[in-house]
């Protein structure tokens, strides 16, 4: 596999990290999953201005625009080969003695590389089972960092009870995302999602769908819902770059809708598909 570290492209068993990267120390980074649809990066432009909006928020100095990243991770993906799958790219704040404060001189540490990916297809036709769990996660959610373990911790609980994802709530009036999903409710006939605040990424893939229900002719709701919402919504759903459009049909042991994935629900994941080859959200 060949790896993109800072400018090079080099094999995978050179791209070695150094102990004190303030990535592996402290999480002290941010990353985007990119996915690549028939050899062609989905989403590109949105992705990187999402990069860039988590390297400010930290503080970390790399400028996406002074740099050809764009063309690298094109050349990264065609030496891979990679026609169905996703590019990880992580930077971090680099590497510096450990010691909390951001340091002066360290440069930021760059790696992208490509990870396998399938279409989650069986899943999207029977509808996934989740579970609902606290979000005991940190106030910056907006930012994409390398701090996973809140994430981890909840997606390992539903892997636990067999469930796909695990619905976070701060308290029941207030459904957030998911573990690595965003999660939206239909109810007579409105999309209904967290608005885009600390307390959730704002998903590529949530803006994506606003864009697709403006294109259908979906009322699309920013709103806060509660637990007792999102248990009674006639659909739900998740969103994610590789989730793409997840209807769900099981919270815990309740039954959403009909307990077949709902008619909005299927119908953004077929429009989803329509645009893949020419769509840009702006
Ligand atoms: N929320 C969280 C916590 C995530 O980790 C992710 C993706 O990894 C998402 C939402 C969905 O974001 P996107 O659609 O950009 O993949």
Not at 121 to 127: D, H, M
Not at 178 to 188: A, E, L, Y
Not at 200 to 218: D, E, K, P, V, W
Request: charged share 25%; with cysteine; aromatic share 8%.
């Amino acid at each position: 596999m060949i790896i993109l570290k800072n400018n090079q492209l080099v094999q995978r068993e050179e791209a070695i990290i150094d102990m004190e990267d303030r990535g592996f120390q402290f999480g002290d980074g941010v990353y985007e999953v990119i996915r690549i649809y028939e050899g062609k990066f989905f989403l590109m432009n949105e992705h990187l201005e999402r990069l860039q909006y988590s390297l400010t928020e930290t503080g970390i100095e790399f400028d996406i625009k002074k740099g050809k990243l764009a063309e690298q991770l094109e050349d990264l993906a065609e030496k891979n080969q990679i026609d169905d799958g996703a590019i990880y790219i992580q930077i971090t704040r680099g590497i510096a003695p450990r010691s909390h404060p951001y340091p002066t001189e360290a440069i930021p540490t760059l790696m992208a590389y490509p990870i396998p990916i399938s279409r989650p297809i069986k899943l999207q036709e029977s509808g996934a089972k989740v579970i609902l769990e606290e979000d005991v996660r940190w106030l910056r959610c907006d930012i994409k960092s390398l701090n996973l373990l809140g994430n981890v911790m909840a997606k390992q609980t539903a892997k636990e009870a067999e469930a796909f994802e695990a619905i976070l709530y701060r308290n029941p009036e207030h459904v957030t995302e998911g573990s690595s999903t965003n999660v939206f409710i239909v109810k007579d006939g409105k999309v209904i999602t967290h608005p885009a605040n600390n307390f959730i990424l704002n998903g590529i893939t949530r803006r994506y769908i606003h864009h697709l229900s403006n294109q259908l002719g979906i009322t699309f709701e920013e709103d806060v819902f509660s637990v007792d919402e999102l248990l009674n919504a006639d659909e739900v759903f998740l969103a994610s770059t590789t989730s793409e459009v997840m209807p769900v049909t099981q919270i815990d042991d309740y039954t959403i809708g009909n307990g077949e994935p709902g008619s909005i629900s299927r119908k953004l994941l077929d429009e989803f598909f329509k645009h893949v080859d020419t769509d840009q959200i702006r």
